[in-house]
Structures are given as structure tokens and as C-alpha cells.
Nanobody, 129 residues
């Protein structure tokens, strides 16, 4: 059984940094795509940072230049370094892993009920002015 668990969320002030981590247990056959999805209660949510097995990355316009996604060589840990945080970054952040040959921000937005999409329980990030 595949499980993802996020850690590292919290409350910070604007301009500060946080580093999120995600531990992946269990194997995901043909996992080609991983990354981070964030959602504010009542909103649709958005994929913000995707990383492929070869390390290629894609970022949303809202976080590009401020956030960095990375993974360890064993592909069992995923990270999100968040710098220059803004109040608009306040959200629940989810780690996502997808068995998909296509990897983009939209891949991270797929329904987690699909059997090839795996998402953690989330960690809250709150940024105050």
C-alpha cells in the first residue's frame, strides 16, 4: 500500500521561508511524476511544482522563482523549499505522486480517488503580514 506523509508546515510571517518534506512508502509502479498541490478550503486548488524522474521541474507562475521542488535519489522523499512567502501562499499543501507518463501541473490536479494518483493528508501553511 502506498502512503505519502507531509511534514514541515506551520505559521510564518511574510518574507520568511519554510521547507516541506514528504515521505513515500510503498512502491508506485511506473511513477513518473511527483510534486506539490495546494488548496484553500472552498477553492479548486492548484498544482504548483512538478518533478519528473529525471529531475525536470515545472512551476506555476504564482511560485516560480520562489519555490524549489526536489527529490532524493531513491525517490522516497520529496521536498519543497518555499522562500519569500506571501499571505497568498497560505493553504493546505499536499504531496502527490502519479503513475503517469505525462508530468505537468495538471497531472498533480488529478482526482486522488483515481487508483494511479496518490496524495498525502496535507500540511497547513499559514503566512501572515
Amino acid at each position: 500500500q502506498v502512503q505519502l506523509q507531509e511534514a514541515g508546515g506551520g505559521s510564518v510571517q511574510a518574507g520568511e521561508s519554510l521547507r516541506l518534506s514528504c515521505t513515500v512508502s510503498g512502491s508506485i509502479p511506473s511513477r513518473q511524476c511527483a510534486g506539490w498541490f495546494r488548496q484553500v478550503t472552498g477553492n479548486k486548488g492548484e498544482g504548483i511544482a512538478a518533478i519528473e524522474l529525471d529531475g525536470s521541474t515545472t512551476y506555476s507562475a504564482s511560485v516560480k522563482g520562489r519555490f524549489t521542488v526536489s527529490q532524493d535519489n531513491a525517490k522516497t522523499s520529496l521536498y519543497l523549499q518555499m522562500d519569500a512567502l506571501k499571505p497568498a501562499d497560505s493553504a493546505m499543501y499536499y504531496c502527490v505522486a502519479v503513475a503517469s507518463m505525462v508530468c505537468g501541473l495538471g497531472t498533480l490536479e488529478l482526482d486522488p480517488e483515481l487508483d494511479f494518483v496518490h496524495r498525502g493528508p496535507g500540511t497547513q501553511v499559514t503566512v501572515s503580514t
